[in-house]
């Protein structure tokens, strides 16, 4: 059965300053999504990494995938308020499901 | 744009109730998929399809059923709502085949048994 960490499950920090999220999973996946949760909405895709050693920007949001080590990064930089949100991590175990972490539920404070 | 409509954002049932939860999707996505969120806990399947009349089990279908006559549509059924049924249902669509199988999902529908 895949397990999905995401490490921490809450963050809160403040606005400009760089942080990471990591997701840790543990059979072999090769791609891997992630998405955005505002509270009380439903779920908006933000990158799929499709191969090892994808990486894909958006703003200040950048993944990267490393499928050896079976890990997923969502690195924010200089954050911004905006960015408040719960992020899920979702590797792809194919036979389209899709497994999804506990999600990092992150504040941004002024 | 993908949509998918969930009929219902906000329900209140009773113990025992049928409850129908239904779902539409106008992408011709051939997979669409049942999931409940709680807190702590994530997303969890309940159920999905690859096509018509076709279902599979997630990891939790007890107490769930599906129906899935039309491609667009996708349908979940409580035949017998507990409390423990509480929680906010998301229905997800993806496109089968060459691509990406990203996940679009609709507003979520959130159920209340009393």
């Known amino acids: 059965e895949l397990k999905v960490e995401q490490n921490p499950l809450f963050l809160s920090m403040q606005e400009g300053k760089n942080y990471t999220i990591y997701c840790n999973y543990s059979?072999?996946?090769?791609?891997l999504y992630w998405y955005r949760q505002d509270p009380g909405k439903s779920l908006e895709s933000l990158f799929v990494?499709?191969?090892?050693?994808a990486v894909k920007q958006e703003g200040r949001l950048m993944a990267s995938l490393d499928t050896k080590a079976r890990l997923s990064t969502l690195h924010i930089t200089a954050a911004v308020h905006d960015l408040s949100a719960t992020y899920f991590c979702?590797?792809?175990?194919?036979?389209?499901?899709?497994?999804f972490g506990q999600g990092t539920r992150l504040t941004i404070n002024p | 744009d993908v949509k998918v409509t969930q009929s219902s954002r906000y329900l209140v049932k009773r113990t025992g109730e049928k409850v129908f939860l239904e779902c539409v999707q106008d992408?011709?996505?051939?997979?669409m998929f049942w999931y409940r969120q709680d807190p702590g806990l994530g997303l969890r399947l309940i159920y999905f399809?690859?096509?018509?009349?076709?279902?599979e089990k997630g990891d939790i279908p007890e107490g769930y059923s599906v129906s899935r006559e039309k491609k667009e549509r996708f349908s979940l059924i409580l035949e017998s709502a507990s409390t423990n049924q509480t929680s906010m249902y998301l229905c997800?669509?993806?496109?089968?085949?060459?691509?990406?199988?990203?996940?679009?999902f609709g507003e979520g529908s959130r159920l209340t048994v009393l």
């Open positions: 059979t072999t996946s090769d791609r």
């Open positions: 979702v590797p792809d175990v194919g036979a389209q499901k899709l497994v």
């Open positions: 992408m011709d996505h051939e997979n």
């Open positions: 997800a669509s993806s496109f089968l085949g060459i691509g990406d199988g990203e996940l679009f």
């Open positions: 990494l499709l191969s090892n050693g």
């Open positions: 399809s690859y096509d018509v009349k076709m279902k």
